[in-house]
């Protein structure tokens, strides 16, 4: 019953460098984001998937690539890294749900917190 | 999606009531309230959402006012543990639209002795 697991949960990086983030859910769920939050703000989304091989963009893109090859994962890539993309980020997913019950209830990951040197 | 506005910071004591308000003024008929909770450095945590029924679970009870421009979310008996950063959202229920929850900066609780 693992729900929504990250990895990894830290990373230190060097600028122009690259590096994947890996969410994995076992919950069976359509939907999939990814968030960062950075010191004292809420999060901000960065990509999202609406199913198996579908990707979106959220509110803040640049930078990140985002694919779903396979329903339980879904990666975010960063293929140069910049001290700017120095954040936490959160992996959510959700079911697509049924009238009331489950509706845009986000079940979240632990983070991984990047730092970018 | 309608925004909400929260203050960014309560205090309540331990063992007594955590009143939570949050106003979304211009949410629109098919936007449901969502709150969430984030504990220091953990993920969010869903709480409980509504519609303009009063919801009660487990975690809190919500209130929504009739013409549901405003909500309050209440912790019945705070504990220490419920100190964090509780997100009001509004948002469409998704389905088809996969519609997204968009995450403020929230209001600090801070529960003390």
């Known amino acids: 019953n693992a729900g929504v697991t990250q990895t990894p949960k830290f990373r230190v990086l060097k600028t122009g460098q690259s590096m994947t983030l890996l969410c994995a859910q076992d919950m069976n769920h359509e939907y999939m984001y990814w968030y960062r939050q950075d010191p004292g703000m809420g999060l901000r989304l960065i990509h999202y998937s609406v199913g198996e091989g579908t990707t979106a963009k959220g509110e803040v893109p640049d930078g990140y690539n985002v694919s779903r090859l396979k329903k339980q994962n879904f990666l975010l890539g960063l293929e140069s890294a910049a001290p700017s993309q120095t954040s936490v980020y959160f992996c959510?997913?959700?079911?697509?749900?049924?009238?009331?019950?489950?509706?845009?209830?986000?079940?979240f990951g632990a983070g991984s917190r990047l730092t970018v040197l | 999606d309608a925004k909400t506005t929260q203050p960014p910071s309560m205090d309540c004591a331990e063992g007594r009531a955590a009143n939570l308000p949050c106003n979304h003024s211009?949410?629109?008929?098919?936007?449901?309230v969502y709150w969430y909770r984030q504990i220091h450095s953990q993920g969010p945590q869903y709480i409980i959402h509504?519609?303009?029924n009063n919801e009660t679970n487990e975690m809190a009870s919500l209130i929504i006012t009739e013409d549901r421009k405003s909500s309050t979310l209440i912790l019945p008996h705070a504990t220490l543990r419920d100190t964090a950063v509780y997100y009001c959202?509004?948002?469409?229920?998704?389905?088809?639209?996969?519609?997204?929850?968009?995450f403020g900066e929230g209001t600090q609780l801070t529960v003390n002795p």
């Open positions: 959510a997913s959700k079911n697509t749900g049924t009238a009331f019950s489950g509706a845009n209830v986000l079940t």
């Open positions: 959202i509004v948002g469409r229920r998704m389905e088809t639209s996969g519609s997204r929850l968009t």
């Open positions: 211009t949410i629109s008929g098919n936007e449901y």
């Open positions: 509504g519609l303009k």
